[in-house]
């Protein structure tokens, strides 16, 4: 055997064993892509993924659903952050960054991601939010029917505005407040799948919420708002997504009105949050480009804070406060995994049927 037959052996026999590792490195090259079964979206976190103050993100990727870590990471270069998988349960977890802006173009750049297969996946939209202390409390969990964007609109200053309106916020391509009939709501509400949020507001009741001494002492100042005195619960109510961090009595007002005029009167104001017709947005785009299904998507709201101060204290004192951290930040991340995983593990579970059709259809 010539030296020359025995090089050229000793090379190829290298370049197969390469080619093994990175077979098995990748999962092989004609492996397809991995079947989502539920994709869950947060906004933030702050500092590391893992093992200091937690964010929205933390508990997912520390616990997934049954204190699993997701340890399996994705680069995501055009969106926010790396998408984290539990490939044996379908289980993806992600956040898409602060703002609409960038938590749509996350999500589009994560739902066009030729890796993933939503074809069937369900979409737990989760986050902090603000909650009017007239329907619930800090640590709250709250499961949405509507969606409604606070920021399509015309503005007069209410220094200038006639004396007989209540706002100088209105619809946009309007005259005044709230016209009859309602102003075309394209791109203004976002009517979710009302009977998996029944659903999931079901599944979801008997999770043990947490509350701390924090939200406890800020709580107690609202007196006059039972609801707001009252114990962490998982509740329905909807969401008005704004880019704007509103706060006050009268904006709270504006936000009752504004949620009750784009829903005719068929939702309730009950959270404020920033990022959700951006990421709805994303999603019905894909849904039409046949990459996801809209009617598999559910909100979860968790209260951190509360949308107006409380009795005895102005809207100044009562904001600035909240950016120096919110009372009920600790609940609020931790029962929104707590009841999210609840849910998505209810999905995993029970794929077989959950596949071909969302439950309580």
Known sequence: MSAVFLSVQRTLMGLFAIAGLLIAQTGGAQEGPIEIR????????????????????????ERGLDNQPLDECFDLPYSTHAACVDRDRGLLVTFTGLTQDRAAASVMALGLDKRF??????????????????????????WANYVVNGDWAHEIDAREMPKDWKTGYFPFMTGEPYPQPRADDTGKVFALNRDLAGWAFKESAGVELFDNAAAQALRAEYKGYPEALAAPKIMRGDNLSA????????????AND?????????GEFVTTAVEDSGIL??????????????????????ASNFSMQPPGMTAVDSLTRETEGFGGMLPAVENLWRVGSNVARALIENWEQRRSAPPGS
């Open 38 to 61: 539920v994709a869950v979206l947060v906004n933030f976190e702050v500092g590391e993924d893992t093992g200091d103050a937690p964010g929205e993100f933390q508990a997912w990727r």
């Open 117 to 142: 297969d939503f074809s069937h996946s369900y979409w737990i939209i989760g986050g902090i939010a603000g909650i009017d202390p007239a329907d619930g409390t800090l640590g709250s969990a709250v």
């Open 243 to 254: 880019s704007t961090f509103w706060h006050g009595k009268y904006l709270n007002e504006w």
């Open 258 to 266: 504004w949620v009750g005029y784009w829903t005719e009167g068929d």
């Open 281 to 302: 947005e994303a999603l019905r785009f894909l849904d039409g480009g046949g990459r996801v299904n809209f009617d598999r998507i559910m909100l979860l709201r968790t």
